[in-house]
T-cell receptor, first 111, second 114 residues
Framework: QQKVQQSPESLIVPEGGMASLNCTSS?????YFWWYRQHSGKSPKMLM?????GEKEEGRFTVHLNKASLHTSLHIRDSQPSDSALYLC???????????FGGGTRLTVRP | GALVYQYPRRTICKSGTSMRMECQAV??????VAWYRQSPQKTFELIAL?????????EQNFTQEKFPISHPNLSFSSMTVLNAYLEDRGLYLC??????????FGKGTRLTVV
């Protein structure tokens, strides 16, 4: 079983709607969580990272982290068709470049 | 800003031959470099992690004999896929990081084996 689990595997939301993506790590040594977005045929680009309990907002994107349960979620409000992509959650247990990726959530935003 | 240049972007090699890919970090010191592979329909798997002044650590199912990596300084790393076969095809990514920053990824090298 993967150490980083993402749900749902795929998600369809209407344009202007809210998309909510979940991610949980089973590795208790994890300290850092990262959310990446990968458009088809491209490399992943970091959206947001979170290290502390609580919430972090940047524009239409909000990330929550509960360190006790090692659960993070990404919420995209006012979703746009350009947000359609594979969203990858990754976790790291130190300051190195080693990330463990989840299986991803494929988001489709319908116009 | 911080960037990672990865090349080549795409490569096609014959089954049983080898190919090398390189990553150049610009604007920061790549103290830690990780190489990943995204096989078709799969997520990213870590191949190995290289940290300056430490031995390169390979993940299970990946070996130095198959994927030799070089990380000679704080701005450059390379990885070779030796004796590539069909199962080695996919998108290879290098990710580099300076302590306490995000991981910057190159644009990837897409390997096709024919």
């Amino acid at each position: 079983q993967q150490k980083v689990q993402q749900s749902p595997e795929s998600l369809i939301v209407p344009e202007g709607g809210m998309a909510s993506l979940n991610c949980t790590s089973s590795d208790r040594n994890v300290d850092y969580f990262w959310w990446y977005r990968q458009h088809s045929g491209k490399s992943p680009k970091m959206l947001m990272s979170i290290f502390s309990n609580g919430e972090k907002e940047e524009g239409r994107f909000t990330v929550h982290l509960n360190k006790a349960s090692l659960h993070t979620s990404l919420h995209i409000r006012d979703s746009q068709p350009s947000d359609s992509a594979l969203y990858l959650c990754a976790a790291s247990d130190n300051a190195g470049a080693k990330l463990t990726f989840g299986g991803g959530t494929r988001l489709t935003v319908r116009p | 800003g911080a960037l990672v240049y990865q090349y080549p972007r795409r490569t096609i090699c014959k089954s049983g031959t080898s190919m090398r890919m390189e990553c150049q970090a610009v604007g920061f010191q790549a103290t830690s470099v990780a190489w990943y592979r995204q096989s078709p329909q799969k997520t990213f798997e870590l191949i190995a992690l290289s940290t300056v002044n430490s031995a390169i650590k390979y993940e299970q199912n990946f070996t130095q004999e198959k994927f030799p990596i070089s990380h000679p300084n704080l701005s450059f790393s390379s990885m070779t896929v030796l004796n590539a076969y069909l199962e080695d095809r996919g998108l290879y990514l290098c990710g580099a990081r300076e302590a306490n920053t995000e991981v910057f990824f190159g644009k990837g090298t897409r390997l096709t084996v024919v």
